[in-house]
């Protein structure tokens, strides 16, 4: 399961490029606690690392949750980002929710952009999903302006949404539909 855009390679990971995901997790451990709840140590080791690594890979065999780990096309593997697709439900909802994290060394550079676009056309275009959802934490100001750059609208906030850090924190609930993405020239 890999796709490529002009400069970067999405790829599902096997369990067997834990190393790479770790050194991904160590590397902005910092940043990325800022926004999430707690992962404990336990999570920063290669056995955690493989372990979860498999777990997704069966979940996107399934095609319940795909998580597209960003690499630049022409580099040496090292990860800029991670993007997926999460919570996929089929039937009447044709719905996910999109999730991506990436590198602070790496902002600024539209990395983010290609890479969810990428994600948004296969959201749409091959699962043919209807809607995708993203909830950001208030003060996320790069991301918000990154969801509006892609064509996301603000549809409300889930109050006390994820506890993080001990304190249950707000999320803005933006979301996109199906026919918005032609309007979005990176994702045609």
Same mark, same amino acid.
């Given at each position: ?55 997704? /890979?069966? %979940?996107?065999?399934? *095609?319940?949750? &795909? $998580?597209?780990?960003?690499? =630049?096309?022409? +580099? ?71 969801? /509006?750059? %892609?064509?996301?609208? *603000?549809?409300? &906030? $889930?109050?006390?949404?994820? =506890?993080?850090? +001990? ?22």
């Amino acid at each position: 399961m890999r796709y490529e855009t002009d400069r970067l390679a999405l790829e599902v990971f096997p369990a067997t490029r834990a190393g790479q995901t770790l050194k991904f997790y160590l590397d902005n451990r910092v940043l990325f606690e800022m926004y999430e709840p707690e992962h404990g140590d336990a999570f920063y080791t290669p056995k955690y690392q493989r372990d979860l690594l498999q777990c997704e /890979y069966n %979940l996107a065999v399934k *095609l319940t949750m &795909v $998580r597209f780990w960003v690499m =630049k096309k022409e +580099g040496g593997g090292e990860v800029l980002g991670t993007v997926s697709l999460q919570n996929i439900k089929k039937g009447a909802f044709l719905s996910c929710e999109l999730g991506y994290k990436f590198d602070r060394r790496y902002w600024g550079m539209g990395y983010a952009q290609e890479s969810i676009c990428k994600c948004l056309s296969i959201a749409f275009k091959e699962l043919g999903l209807h809607r995708v959802e993203a909830q950001v934490l208030r003060e996320n100001l790069p991301s918000k302006r990154l969801l /509006y750059r %892609l064509g996301f609208e *603000l549809e409300g &906030v $889930r109050k006390q949404n994820v =506890k993080i850090h +001990g304190e249950w924190r707000d999320h803005e609930l933006y979301a996109l539909l199906s026919p918005d993405i032609d309007g979005i020239s990176c994702c045609l």
